[in-house]
């Protein structure tokens, strides 16, 4: 077989930014770096993933924009919330939450509690000057959402809802793409996220099952994370039609009156279309949030289960004529959002890292004085999101299309987008 001669193109210009193999050990803080006083309500699963994150930032993202120093953590048992303390690193914990509002050495509130501990302590915190960070959904129903935006955005302390997708690289590219106008003019968003952990009838009744304590069921666990990137990625939901069900009425513990699973059609202000999906009744779906946006230039694609990669499909891109098709963009290079504090390229990140980029863009606006949105979702964020899921709610129940309420306050601009 004769030589073929190969043609390799010019060298692609060396990265403005590295990351890894050459810059590990090289980061120098200079100056003292400020401590901020981290007070935390909840030790479970976001209690645990929160606490890992200020960790983290501690000794990652070299020098941290605050040194995050664990004050106190509160949970409801005394000797679960005393391991907590002693396995976290806080300097103390308590049982009461009102405890942690009145601490002065606590300067930022995180709520990593249930649902309905969001409004109470996340107000009181704040009137007490407190930066604030609460998990979603912000409120059990749109109405609480927006009495926790107004009455904490009164206070002028920082405020996050931790809607921590949006900090995973390879989302924040998808937005960079959206808003640089490479996918062009959007026509579709389709996002679901699937779980399994339900599925059993002999699974007791939870506080997720508990619309006192939840609000919603899959519709404000799930779906509210779908529709913050809906929001975040194509802009504003305008109407919607959707469907409800609750396959397992009765369990151990107690009557189910929330939704197991939901389903919506949305329309979007700026002329999309799009679905919406969640639920924890899908066998063999351990957390499976994805979604694809096609617009008239090109499409994206995104899968949580394998979180460092984009799917990429751009029409009649050369080289390559011949070879057309989603490609897959492993989302590690030094260039990409937060990698500049990892590993280098191809040495993976995962789920507990958006946590930590999430907790340190919020430390860097309360150490700049630095808008939070609008990469981080503020309250008023929040708030519309749950206005998202109450519309769903009220067509669910209606049979009819819903329009999505909008109350007051100026709203996050979209991202601009060119076609
Ligand atoms: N962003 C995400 O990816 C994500 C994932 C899971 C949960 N969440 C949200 O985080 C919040 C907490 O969920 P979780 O999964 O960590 O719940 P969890 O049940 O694992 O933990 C709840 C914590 O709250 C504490 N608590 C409950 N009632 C209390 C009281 N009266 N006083 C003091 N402490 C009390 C419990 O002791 C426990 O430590 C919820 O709002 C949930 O929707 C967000």
Redesign the pocket.
Same mark, same amino acid.
């Given at each position: 077989m004769g030589k073929r001669k190969q043609s390799i193109g010019p060298i692609p210009p060396a990265p403005s930014r590295q990351a890894g193999f050459v810059t590990m050990g090289a980061a120098a803080g200079g100056k003292k770096i400020k401590e901020i006083g981290v007070g935390i +309500?909840?030790?479970?699963?976001?209690?645990k993933a929160h606490s890992n994150a200020y960790r983290k930032i501690a000794y990652m993202t070299w020098p941290p924009p605050l040194m995050p120093k664990l004050v106190a953590i509160?949970?409801?048992?005394e000797s679960a919330v005393a391991e907590a303390a002693r396995r976290f690193g806080y300097q103390s914990y308590t049982?009461d939450?009102k405890r942690l509002v009145r601490d002065d050495r606590i300067q930022l509130f995180d709520n990593?509690? $249930?649902?309905n +501990?969001?409004a109470a302590p996340t107000i009181a915190a704040a009137e007490a000057g407190k930066h604030v960070v609460c998990?979603? $959904?912000l409120g059990r129903t749109a109405d609480e959402s927006y009495d926790i935006w107004q009455r904490v955005q009164k206070t002028g302390v920082k405020h996050m809802c931790?809607f921590?997708y949006r900090f995973v690289p390879a989302v924040r590219l998808a937005r960079e793409m959206l808003e640089a106008g490479e996918l062009g003019e959007i026509y579709h968003f389709r996002g679901r996220y699937l779980q399994e952990w339900i599925t059993d009838p002999g699974f007791q009744k939870v506080?997720r099952l508990d619309r006192k304590v939840a609000g919603s069921g899959a519709l404000g666990?799930l779906g509210a994370h779908v529709i913050d990137l809906a929001r975040y990625l194509v802009g504003e939901i305008s109407s919607v039609s959707g469907a409800t069900r609750t396959f397992i009425k009765d369990r151990p513990g107690g009557t189910v009156d929330v939704d197991d699973a939901v389903e919506a059609v949305v329309e979007f202000a700026g002329g999309a279309v799009g679905t919406i999906e969640a639920s924890r009744f899908c066998l063999g779906r351990k957390n499976g949030m994805t979604f694809e946006i096609n617009g008239s230039k090109g499409s994206i694609g995104f899968d949580l289960e394998r979180l460092n990669e984009l799917q990429v499909y751009l029409p009649g891109s050369k080289p390559g004529a011949s070879a057309q098709g989603f490609r897959t963009v492993l989302v590690s290079e030094a260039t990409h959002p937060f990698w500049q504090w990892w590993w280098p390229h191809g040495h993976m990140i995962g789920w507990e890292h958006a946590m930590v980029h999430e907790l340190h863009h919020l430390l860097t606006c309360i150490a700049k004085n630095k808008r939070v949105g609008p990469h981080g979702a503020t309250f008023e964020d929040g708030y519309r999101a749950s206005e998202v899921c109450d519309a769903i709610l009220r067509s669910a129940r209606s049979g009819r299309r819903e329009a999505v309420k909008q109350s007051l306050g100026p709203n996050q601009p979209a991202p601009a987008r060119s076609s």
């Open positions: +309500l909840g030790y479970a699963f976001m209690g509160c949970g409801r048992s049982t939450w990593a509690a $249930p649902n +501990l969001h998990e979603k $959904p931790a921590n506080w666990d």
